[in-house]
């Protein structure tokens, strides 16, 4: 990880694309801080999220953390409708700065592996999403034998984690960041009638 960081509370961009470098969905959010699991931004509720075909304002506010491996990335939600506490996407080269490796502190990006690991309150609980599109990506793609071997087994190990609420999967560690977002002043968003709120 780089040592520059900006202020806390700076607006960033998070920026996901596809293995093939396609855009995929981009995300308005504010620089937090670090610990000890790597680098946390947030979102505050009615900030945009966006891709090519669907946009959506966060409902309430979420943090999102970075880890160092860069193999996948942890969000929380505060107080989300559909009772969504914990989104894991599985990842490649997530870093701050460029897709091309160029440094920009306000900017992160990374490549959307498919597999997620979600977490809702009440009887679902815990599980692996989107199992069907990493089977259809995985062969239209053409992932490497090891990079599907690795995250294979990295999801069922986050997943795990997850239901044991090991750090920082537990909820203290992400509450202490959410607290820290919701402190933050920051420039509330339009709305854009032609979208929906996710």
């Known amino acids: 990880m780089s040592a520059e960081r900006p202020a806390p509370g700076t607006e960033i961009v998070f920026q996901w694309r596809k293995w093939d470098g396609s855009p995929h969905w981009r995300h308005e959010c504010?620089?937090?801080?670090?610990?000890?699991?790597?680098?946390w931004i947030g979102q505050p509720g009615g900030w945009w999220s966006e891709r090519p075909g669907r946009a959506f304002a966060a409902h309430g506010p979420?943090?999102?953390?970075?880890?160092?491996?860069?193999?996948?990335?942890?969000?929380?939600?505060?107080?989300h409708p559909k009772g969504m506490r914990?989104?894991?996407?599985?990842?490649?080269?997530?870093?701050?700065?460029?897709?091309?490796?160029?440094p920009d502190p306000l900017l992160f990006t990374g490549i959307d592996m498919d597999l997620d690991v979600v977490r809702v309150e009440g009887?679902?609980?815990?599980?692996?999403?989107d199992e069907d599109e990493w089977d259809e990506h995985r062969a239209w793609y053409g992932y490497p034998a090891d990079?599907?071997?690795?995250?294979?087994?990295?999801?069922?190990?986050?997943?795990?984690?997850?239901?044991?609420?090991?750090?920082?999967?537990?909820?203290?560690?992400?509450?202490?960041?959410?607290?820290?977002?919701?402190?933050?002043?920051?420039?509330?968003?339009?709305?854009?009638?032609?979208?929906?709120?996710?």
Do not use: C, K, M
């Open 62 to 79: 979420n943090v999102t953390l970075v880890p160092p491996s860069g193999d996948w990335v942890l969000t929380v939600n505060r107080d």
């Open 30 to 39: 504010l620089w937090l801080g670090s610990d000890s699991w790597g680098d």
């Open 147 to 198: 990079v599907q071997e690795h995250l294979v087994a990295l999801a069922a190990e986050l997943a795990e984690n997850v239901r044991a609420q090991v750090p920082p999967f537990d909820d203290a560690t992400a509450d202490r960041w959410l607290d820290i977002l919701e402190a933050l002043e920051h420039t509330p968003r339009p709305e854009r009638p032609a979208d929906r709120r996710g």
């Open 123 to 129: 009887e679902r609980g815990t599980w692996i999403d």
């Open 86 to 102: 914990i989104y894991i996407d599985l990842a490649w080269d997530v870093h701050a700065g460029g897709a091309d490796g160029t």
